[in-house]
């Protein structure tokens, strides 16, 4: 099968975009005493934004589990009196640089969920050219330090209290997984692991890439599988540690990683994110 894919995803599948954030300590983590529920909004195709607080400024924000940092535009940055300063450097999926500045530490809230920390500061318009503006991209990072429950199925996030961690599991399979962070340490991205001939793939989860299941041409071999040509995909199973074997539609491209897993994955799944310890959960979207 042949197709053109929507461009948006070579810009927002993006894991661990630079723009500089920071790890939070355990003065900028502030504890959720119940759980949070948050409301995803239809974007453009599969992307959602989310409600976001920067100072007293009130707008919607791209949501991407593979955003990498908590961004703010320029636009935003202006508003709130957010002064850029200083240098964050990454890398796209594709292997592209990215350079961004810093900027805070400012409180970013979402409903009842409040973080207090560095940001990035990017030309998120043009970023976006094109498309209707977002005040700036949330992430996983957004949210480091806790649990979090994606729902994309139902529009829906969740965070989480390690007693309903604890009750959000029990519905769920443990996949094997790890965090990986760009950028000195400030961006944050979860991967799974892949079965693989001679050893564990690693996929990241982004709900940012509008594309098929993306798998670089050097892991096609090692999951037994061969790789579509130009733009055409294939439909295949890929076994995720933990969870079994999963259908997807993959293509091929050059990737810095083994692949990435798309929006419709997290669609099917309600995936859950224990930032604190590296864990991730995925029980059906019903």
């Known amino acids: 099968m042949n197709r053109v894919w929507i461009p ?67 636009a935003t940055a202006q508003a709130v009196g957010c002064t850029p300063f200083g240098r ?87 996949l094997e997984s790890r965090l990986a962070r760009q950028a000195a340490g400030a961006a944050l991205d979860m991967f799974v692991a892949i079965e693989g001939k001679h050893g564990p793939l690693w996929f990241e989860v982004d709900s940012g890439n509008v594309a098929p299941v993306l798998i670089a041409p050097h892991a096609f071999a090692e999951l037994g599988l061969v790789a579509p040509t130009g733009d055409a995909t294939a439909n295949c199973e890929l076994t995720i540690r933990g969870l079994g074997a999963v259908k997807c539609e993959v293509a091929s491209k050059e990737l810095i990683y083994d692949g990435l897993l798309n929006a419709e994955f997290c669609r099917r799944y309600a995936l859950t994110f224990d930032l604190a310890n590296g864990r991730t959960w995925a029980a059906p979207s019903r």
């Open 8 to 74: 948006l995803a070579l810009l927002i599948s993006n894991p661990s975009t630079p723009i500089a954030s920071i790890e939070p300590d355990a003065s900028t983590v502030h504890a959720v005493d119940a759980p949070i529920e948050l409301r995803l909004a239809p974007y453009v195709d599969v992307l959602r934004t989310i409600d976001v607080r920067v100072g007293e400024l009130e707008t919607p924000f791209l949501f991407d589990t593979g955003g990498g940092s908590t961004v703010i535009s320029l």
């Open 88 to 174: 964050g450097t990454g890398f796209r999926h594709d292997g592209g640089r990215v350079d961004g500045r810093r900027g805070g530490p400012i409180d970013v809230s979402l409903g009842a969920f409040t973080r207090r920390g560095e940001v990035g500061v990017l030309d998120v318009d043009a970023l976006l050219a094109g498309l209707p503006k977002v005040g700036g991209i949330a992430s996983l990072e957004t949210f480091a330090g806790h649990a979090l429950t994606v729902d994309l199925g139902h529009d829906r996030v969740f965070v989480e209290t390690p007693k309903s961690l604890e009750v959000r599991v029990r519905a769920g399979r443990e």
